[in-house]
């Protein structure tokens, strides 16, 4: 992204820490901590799209859960303009949901089956007090509109949806309330490629009109790079590089960097530098990010975090370990 469009910082992860006890039967013995993460500092600057890649288990969606408040930290700070989002001091849960909203890799599990989409998303409005009555239907009735339905979609129910559409209420749903943060989850991986085009164009444009900030989890190479602004590649529990995401990805220089975007059939061939999807056009399928998962190692072994070190305007990597 070019410094031009790149925002003031709005949300701050500081040292972020959130460690799980072990079982006693664990193979790493008895007392021992799980760093699902283990030290995370990120900032997410004001309508950008910060995406966290990373193997299954390296905490990706622990980090998103601690910025939601959905986690409590073990310790460090979560940020948003400066004051407390999680842990001590965060604002209730409704004022978080002002705030921060989630949209989820599969949206049909997270909506109800038995309540209409208007409903569904009427009962944000009447839970916040924002709105009632006629009002709060047409305020229903235009997102619907903005997120590419029809406004009489509010009186079906949703198994009466595609996968594409049920992602656009899933969208719908978490701009009800007007938030600043929205972290996506996989947002398009259960969805066909010819889908997840649009799906992906249709967040790229409410990012624009909303001033939205985005956090992205993915698997696929092909989605961060059409979306995202900045990456960070985490590694058991700890960023080991981040920074833009072109620099980061051309110029991988982690190992474990470099091996991820080697898992990649035809990495090179997909890092354009385009961004958004033609129209009609499909995200190329296939382009999962797929290392070999390592063994997580001994946290009795591991040395405290290091710190990350500039190797380029907007780009740092993790070089002692
Ligand atoms: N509530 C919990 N209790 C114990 N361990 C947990 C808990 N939540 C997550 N973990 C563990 O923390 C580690 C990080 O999990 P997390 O779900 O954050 O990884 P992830 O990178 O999002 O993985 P994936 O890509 O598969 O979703 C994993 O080893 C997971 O088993």
């Known amino acids: 992204m070019s410094e031009a469009k790149r925002g003031t910082p709005l949300l701050e992860i500081r040292d972020l820490k ?27 600057n004001e309508g950008e799209c910060l995406s966290i890649v990373g193997e299954s288990g390296c905490g990706k969606s622990t980090t998103a859960l601690t910025v939601m408040g959905l986690q409590e930290p073990t310790s460090g700070e979560v940020l948003y303009q400066g ?27 997270s909506l109800n089956p038995r309540q209409t989409i208007g409903s569904t998303l009427l009962s944000q409005l009447k839970l916040h007090g924002l709105a009632s009555g006629a009002e709060a239907e047409q305020r229903v009735a235009d997102m619907l509109v903005r997120v590419g339905l029809a406004a009489d979609h509010a009186k079906r129910f949703p198994h009466e949806f595609s996968g594409g559409q049920r992602q656009r209420i899933g969208i719908a749903r978490a701009l009800m309330l007007d938030p600043k943060i929205l972290v996506l989850d996989e947002p398009v991986s259960a969805l066909d490629v010819s889908i997840q085009a649009q799906i992906i164009n249709l967040l790229m444009e409410l990012q624009e009109t909303l001033r939205l900030s ?108």
């Open 18 to 44: 959130v460690h799980f006890p072990l079982p006693r039967q664990s193979p790493l013995g008895p007392r021992r901590t799980l760093r699902a993460v283990d030290g995370v500092s990120l900032t997410l």
């Open 83 to 109: 004051k407390p989002l999680a842990g001590a001091g965060a604002p209730d849960r409704k004022a978080r949901a002002r705030i921060a909203q989630m949209v989820f890799q599969d949206p049909y599990a």
């Open 214 to 321: 985005y956090i992205m989890i993915s698997h696929d190479l092909s989605v961060v790079e059409h979306v995202s602004d900045r990456v960070a590649v985490m590694y058991f529990g700890r960023v080991v590089e981040e920074g833009d995401w072109h620099s980061v990805f051309t110029r991988p220089t982690h190992p474990y960097t470099r091996r991820l975007i080697g898992s990649v059939p035809d990495a090179e061939a997909i890092l354009s530098g385009a961004r958004g999807v033609p129209d009609g056009a499909a995200i190329p399928a296939g382009r999962r990010f797929s290392p070999e998962i390592d063994t997580r190692p001994d946290p009795a072994t591991l040395p405290e975090p290091s710190a990350l070190q500039a190797i380029g305007p907007d780009h740092r990597v993790r070089l002692a370990d």
